[in-house]
């Protein structure tokens, strides 16, 4: 569900950046990440936007696959850093595992356009993907937190 969900999500909501478009994917693996076991979240992470991309970059298929398994792995990996507050955790985990697709982007532009130059080019419409995507996530991370504590009380 979740890889159908990153494919949609993907591929029909895009708005045009420099060298590709900013779309909402990144939150939705988030989200995933949320839900499902890290290798559940990067199967569903790395499926849905590769085939996303396939159908629409097809440049872009194999390093998508590949960036976007590795976000959730690092998000994973940030949810063990000891933080009190459940939610200031996933947060963090999420801005900086969002930070996976900013670098892996820039360099595969970089390879596939000719140099480090036209990778940075990509770089102001990677930024604003990324904060697009952390602050959909947050405000749906929220909107979870306070249901789940309707639903105690």
């Known amino acids: 569900m979740f890889a159908a969900l990153t494919f949609a999500v993907t591929r029909f909501i895009q708005i045009p950046i420099p060298l590709g478009y900013l779309n909402f994917g990144n939150c939705i693996i ?59 955790k996933h947060i963090i985990a999420a801005a900086v595992s969002t930070l996976v697709p900013l670098a892996g982007y820039t360099a595969a532009g970089a390879v596939f356009y000719g140099g480090f130059a036209a990778g940075l080019a990509q770089v102001p419409g990677l930024v604003a993907e990324y904060f697009a995507n952390l602050a959909l996530f947050a405000l749906m991370l929220i909107q979870v937190i306070r249901r789940k504590i309707r639903i105690e009380q």
């Open 30 to 88: 988030l989200l995933g990440c949320c839900f499902l076991p890290c290798r559940y979240a990067a199967a569903a992470g790395a499926l849905g936007s590769a085939l996303a991309d396939l159908t629409s970059f097809p440049i872009y298929t194999v390093p998508t696959l590949i960036i976007k398994a590795v976000m959730p792995l690092a998000f994973f990996a940030l949810l063990k850093v000891p933080v009190k507050n459940n939610y200031l």
